[in-house]
């Protein structure tokens, strides 16, 4: 069974994308009003495309009809949020995280931008991104709804944290102390090595 995507109000759809079977997307939500009046005809079209091809579970069209979209209006949040959830959809992990983070960018006040790059980073076991996310997901929720689903999520990821093995974060940079007890094991090995070949 392909894994399922929810969005809000009930449309389920699936895809064939490489997911755990276990994973369950939701679209934050979907656009409540028609695309800003800026946004060209072109654009407006590229972009229902893309959400017909995403409900139909074709995420490989979605992204070439939403990239088209983006081509057309790039100052067009709604359809950065959509060709990063279509691109999640496909692995295309790189892209998928630049066009919810420059949706985010160009509409700040985006739950939808915020929350899925928040279940993005959780996904991908980027917690201190995920939590960023989350927060600012948090100053943009207007409905009940949304702000269910970020608990939920929020539930979800405190809850992989207590049961799964803690992931290095590699901020933090090497003591003195390490880098001479490395340093001085390096040295034995090299000795030990030019001490058994010159005999």
């Known amino acids: 069974m392909p894994p399922r995507l929810v969005i809000p109000g009930g449309n389920e759809m699936t895809n ?8 369950l997307l939701e679209f934050p939500a979907a656009p409540q009003s028609a695309p800003p009046p800026t946004v060209s005809v072109k654009a407006r079209e590229y972009f229902q495309e893309g959400l017909a ?3 139909s579970g074709d995420a490989a069209e ?12 790039p100052a067009f949040p709604e359809a950065h949020v959509f060709l990063g959830i279509a691109h999640a959809l496909t692995n295309d992990i790189y892209p998928a995280i630049d066009h919810l983070e420059e949706a985010a960018r160009l509409d700040s006040a985006s739950f939808a931008a915020h929350f ?5 980073n959780f996904k991908l076991r980027i917690p201190a991104s995920g939590y960023e996310a989350a927060r600012n997901a948090l100053q943009c929720v207007q409905t009940v ?10 539930k979800e990821e405190r809850e992989r944290e207590r049961n799964g093995i803690a992931r290095p974060s590699f901020e933090k940079p090497f003591s003195t102390l390490m880098l001479f007890i490395a340093g001085g094991v ?10 058994t070949h010159m005999r």
């Open 53 to 55: 091809r995403l409900q």
């Open 186 to 195: 390096l040295f034995a090995v090299i000795i030990f090595f030019v001490i």
């Open 62 to 73: 979605a992204v070439v009809a939403l990239s088209r979209s983006v081509e057309h209006a």
């Open 16 to 23: 064939t994308a490489q997911l755990a079977n276990s994973d």
């Open 145 to 154: 709804e949304q702000r269910k689903m970020l608990t939920q999520l929020l």
């Open 116 to 120: 899925t790059l928040a279940q993005l």
